[in-house]
């Protein structure tokens, strides 16, 4: 499956498909089923994506997955007004929570997803990625890739919980708090979800410049086009090397 097709049906099934049963199945299922169902048809795609689709466990489908099961356990907490601005908030709070935790230990977590990105796959390219991602720049970028998506999470948290307490006020179980419910995921399951597209690819920009930045002055001996990433970080570590 490419990337423009994985991207049409995240879209499709994470956020229209939970609206049309919000909107079109009460009356059939019962306000409180459909609710379930709705918010549960995202939570089994995460996991059929996961299991059947990518089947690849590593860093990025671990968060994933620990992302998704928190949303489906929520989904049984039956709450309105507030507490359900708040329940429905809960998943942005997780994402500020470990960015800005990972940057406060000094582990950003950007390091982790680029360096699932990278796929070093053997002992000494695991080596030569971790010690160039202490490389000042290359950190630096690490940290203000992290520091970017933090600061749109922390918009796309608060906007989230002001929506919904704004515009779902009615009693849960009822008709009405179903399609409240609808209209909102409508506003924010897309809205929200192109400023975080964009942050992704800002901090990713902001890291290939940082590495880019800290390659720049590898003597290569007119070879650039025929080394990898791996290559450049060898010439890279046996430089610094002849330099200390």
Known sequence: MDSRTKFILDVMIGAVVPVLILDNLSNQLGTTTTYIVAALVPVAWVFIDLF????????????????????????????????????DTLGYVFTVLVFGLSILLGKPIMYYFTRQALNPTTRKQNKLLKTF????????????????????????CIANF???????????????????????????????????????????????????????????????????????????????????
């Open 52 to 87: 059947l689709i990518t089947k690849r466990f590593n860093f990025v489908t671990t968060y994933t997955g620990v992302f998704a099961l928190g949303g489906g356990l929520l989904t049984f907490w039956f709450v309105d007004g507030v507490q359900y601005a708040i329940k």
């Open 133 to 156: 991602f202490a490389v000042p720049n290359v950190y630096r970028s690490l940290v203000n890739g992290t520091l970017i998506i933090l600061s749109v999470s922390i918009c796309s």
């Open 162 to 244: 002001l929506l919904n307490l704004s515009m779902v006020t009615a009693e849960f179980g009822t008709v009405a708090f179903n399609e409240q419910v609808a209209r909102t995921n409508a506003i924010t399951r897309i809205a929200l979800t192109i400023p975080a597209y964009v942050a992704l690819g800002a901090a990713i920009l902001l890291i290939r410049r940082g590495i880019n930045i800290s390659l720049e002055d590898v003597d290569a001996e007119d070879e650039e086009d025929e080394l990898e990433l791996w290559d450049w970080l060898e010439l890279y570590e046996a430089q610094k090397l002849a330099e200390a």
